[in-house]
């Protein structure tokens, strides 16, 4: 197996400052009830349900560059190990670009990896298609910089 890693990136029209405001008030496009305090150190919480019930990932803020870096701790309350998510912006006033890097699946137990890969993979596409969309609304109705 390669490297255990999920890396996506996703275009989007809006300038980088309003894609950065945006992805730091997720519950804008993540979800009702999603925590994140943007400084070195803040807290990340997000409440999810699915078939088995109620679930909570938390995290910490690792590091904070605006508008182009975030990175954060990740895991979710039934794992013995932590990952880290990063989001990388770039662009400018014309347009912009994010990706996202979410790492240390290598902690998992192996017969867990791919599994939860496969399932971050497929939520993190969701999502950053989400915050690229609200974004590029927001910028539509006068948010983001021109």
């Known amino acids: 197996m390669g490297e255990l890693v999920i890396e996506l990136e996703q275009a989007c029209r809006s300038p980088v400052d309003g894609l950065w405001a945006t992805l730091l008030t997720p519950s804008l ?3 009702e009830g999603v925590l994140l305090e943007p400084h070195s150190g803040g807290a990340f919480h997000e409440p999810w349900r699915d078939a088995e019930g ?3 990932t938390r995290g910490q803020v690792l590091a904070i560059e605006a508008p182009s870096r975030l990175r954060l ?3 979710d ?3 013995d190990f932590d990952t880290r998510v990063s989001f990388s912006l770039s662009g400018d ?3 912009s670009r994010i990706e996202l890097r979410h790492e240390g699946w290598q902690h998992a137990a192996a017969e867990r990896q791919v599994p939860l890969m496969h399932a971050h993979r497929g939520g993190w596409a969701m999502h950053l298609r989400n915050l690229v969309e609200h974004a590029e609304q927001t910028m539509g109705k006068g948010g983001g910089r021109r």
């Open 73 to 75: 701790s990740w895991r």
């Open 54 to 56: 109620e679930h909570h």
């Open 29 to 31: 496009w993540w979800g």
């Open 93 to 95: 006033a014309t347009g």
């Open 77 to 79: 309350d039934d794992w």
